[in-house]
């Protein structure tokens, strides 16, 4: 890579932190109740013992209850689900994969559904909604694993294939069980749709382990990644592992989708498009690719999700809605400025 | 010594064997090439021997090490292969590309080091192709593309070349140009190469031994101009070939009318 191509770069991951200090910064200080950036320093400081905050208890719960786990899941979420849709781009050479590729939506749509609709007889969404939606959603990628490809022998068209089949299968019963039962349909809508209302710092401590451990395997897989471009037999005769690397990062993405989707429902457009605006920007290596999706996934959910509380408060967009709203124009946008890279 | 020594090998697909019980070695820093038909088996067994196809029956062993027992890091430190249509990734630089070569001796979670980019450059300057180090890929003719693949098999530093139908597409200037360049890799490298190539006289120019491989079995096996000169080919072929001497060269003709099979 050329010095102006460094350049760049440099000034990509700028904007992007910047663009991420920004999201943490509003995610605090935006919403109903106004509590100015510096009251809320103030605070912070006076958690170490330096000076006195100015926060009332109300105020205090409202940013360190509230807003504050809310954004953090957001950055986490945000980050998850668009490095897990680089990955998979890379690892499946296809433009249009996203996270979701493998069923994982759908398994976890389904699993969510039937906690809600069936088990879930009252009137609110069951607490342990999560946790079935979770195991939906690994259920779906095992599924369509060992359908697509007797384990290692699996090759990526097999896998699409079977994903897109398990995820049609799913999709028809989720909707036969959404439509069963009137009196859940809209709870189950506000599921699938995805929000980050819900947030808690127990949610946060739940999906954290998932999304470290996997965005690092990920990132760490981007120099593999970059090898693959050339093909399976060919990156094979350079010495690549092919199919034991492609295990790993599609279980890593995967696991780490899961978690994500468990806690804050089907979030679409962040995985499929960060990832190809932040190759517009800064070349198709996937060792750049990845690591500036983590930062930059992880400020754009932060973003949309202010706009979804805010817009139409007191009550909310569903992200999922926002994400499309804000997302597909920007990326528009950027690909009438930007031409991908000569064909 | 024999660099690559294939024995008794079969390899099949699709219900059918695509080689059959083929045995051949190549003696270490020479040139041998595989020529016959297509759909003779020529780039399954080199493919074989690259250590990309399940043998079925027989071995493979590359520097006295059976292939079938490396690991693919391991393997591609003895093999490098230069593929008959390879994948050309838009929006990388030649000289990124030609660093993949790389992969096996720096790991996947390592960068490449300083001695990994003198070996890239290095290349880059034997092949000619350092004015186009920082061009992306996909805008090279078919002739430079061709080289760069050339210079990331010779990055990889292996003993020994497997390369499919390198020439395929290419125009005489740079079918010579490029089969010189391996030429002199063999010469003052020590490298070991198995080839395929269609081009009957090229083969017959720049391989020390050529093997006729027809139907998945060897046919022949020797000096290149014994085998080219010997009347199998034309059976092999199924039509008359005949060869002519040009200063010194064999050149193959093919006559146009099909040879009958009785």
Redesign the interface.
């Known amino acids: 890579?050329?010095l102006s191509g460094r350049r760049r770069v440099t000034t990509v991951v700028a904007v992007t932190l910047a663009g991420l200090a920004v999201a943490v910064v509003v995610g605090l200080v935006v919403g109903p109740t106004p509590i100015g950036l510096w009251r809320i320093v103030g605070d912070l400081f006076s958690h170490v013992g330096i000076g006195h905050s100015t926060l009332t208890p109300l105020e205090s719960t409202i940013i360190w209850q509230l807003r504050a786990p809310r954004m953090v899941l957001g950055l986490l979420a945000g980050a998850m689900l668009a490095v897990a849709g680089g990955t998979y781009q890379g690892v499946f050479r296809n433009p249009l994969a996203d996270p979701y590729l493998l069923g994982v939506a759908a398994g976890a749509g389904l699993g969510a559904t039937v906690a809600i609709v069936d088990i879930g007889s009252g009137t609110s969404t069951p607490t342990w909604t999560p946790l079935l939606a979770f195991a939906g959603a690994l259920g779906a990628v095992a599924v369509t694993w060992v359908v697509g490809g007797r384990g290692l022998r699996a090759t990526p068209s097999t896998l699409i294939l079977a994903g897109v089949a398990v995820a049609s299968l799913l999709t028809s019963a989720q909707t036969y069980l959404q439509q069963s039962s009137t009196d859940s349909i809209t709870r189950v809508y506000v599921w699938l749709l995805g929000s980050l209302g819900t947030a808690s710092w127990r949610s946060v401590l739940l999906v954290l382990p998932y999304v470290a451990v996997c965005t690092v395997v990920c990132v760490?897989?981007g120099?593999?990644l970059?090898?693959m471009?050339?093909?399976e037999?060919?990156s094979?005769?350079?010495?690549?592992?092919?199919r034991r690397?492609r295990l790993l990062v599609v279980a890593a993405s995967s696991l780490g989708t899961a978690a994500i989707v468990s806690a804050v429902g089907l979030i679409g457009f962040v995985g499929i498009i960060v990832p190809h605006v932040v190759r517009l920007l800064v070349?198709?290596?996937y060792r750049r690719i990845l690591p500036i999706s983590v930062l930059a996934g992880a400020a754009f959910l932060v973003l949309a999700d202010t706009v979804a509380r805010t817009i139409v408060a007191p009550s909310e967009l569903p992200l999922g809605v926002v994400t499309a709203l804000v997302g597909a124009p920007v990326f528009v946008l950027i690909l009438s400025v930007r031409r991908?890279?000569?064909? | 010594m024999n660099a690559v020594v294939v024995t008794g090998l079969s390899v099949r697909a699709g219900g059918r064997d695509l080689v059959s019980d083929v045995s051949l070695g190549v003696e270490s820093g020479t040139w041998c090439t595989i020529i016959g038909p297509n759909g003779a088996g020529k780039t399954t067994l080199v493919?074989a021997v690259?250590?990309?196809r399940r043998i079925g029956a027989g071995s493979i062993s590359l520097e006295g090490r059976a292939v079938g027992e490396l690991?693919?890091?391991a393997?591609?430190?003895i093999?490098?292969?230069v593929?008959q249509h390879?994948?050309v990734?838009?929006?990388?630089?030649v000289r990124?590309y030609v660093a993949?070569?790389r992969?096996?001796h720096h790991g996947?979670?390592r960068?490449a080091s300083v001695r990994d980019w003198t070996v890239v450059d290095g290349v880059l300057r034997r092949l000619a192709l350092d004015e186009f180090a920082?061009r992306?890929v996909?805008?090279l003719s078919g002739g430079e593309r061709q080289r760069m693949v050339l210079g990331?098999a010779l990055a990889?530093s292996t003993p020994v070349m497997v390369l499919d139908e390198p020439i395929t597409g290419l125009d005489m200037r740079h079918q010579i140009e490029l089969l010189e360049l391996l030429k002199k890799e063999v010469a003052q490298g020590g490298l070991t190469v198995l080839a395929t190539l269609h081009d009957l006289t090229l083969a017959g120019q720049f391989a020390d031994r050529l093997v006729l491989l027809d139907h998945g079995r060897v046919v022949l096996d020797g000096r290149a101009a014994d085998v080219i000169r010997s009347p199998e080919l034309s059976v092999a072929y199924e039509m008359a070939l005949r060869v002519v001497e040009v200063d010194g060269t064999d050149v193959v003709v093919p006559a146009r009318t099909r040879l009958d099979p009785s």
Not at chain 1, 340 to 343: E, G, K
Not at chain 2, 89 to 93: D, E, L, S, T
């Open positions: 890579m050329n760490a897989a120099r593999a970059d090898v471009s050339v093909g037999d060919e094979r005769s350079l010495g690549l592992p092919v690397v070349g198709t290596s991908p890279a000569v064909r | 493919e690259a250590g990309l690991s693919e890091r393997r591609a430190k093999v490098s292969l593929p390879p994948e990734p838009a929006g990388m630089a990124e993949l070569g992969t096996a996947l979670l960068g920082q992306d996909v805008t990331r990889q």
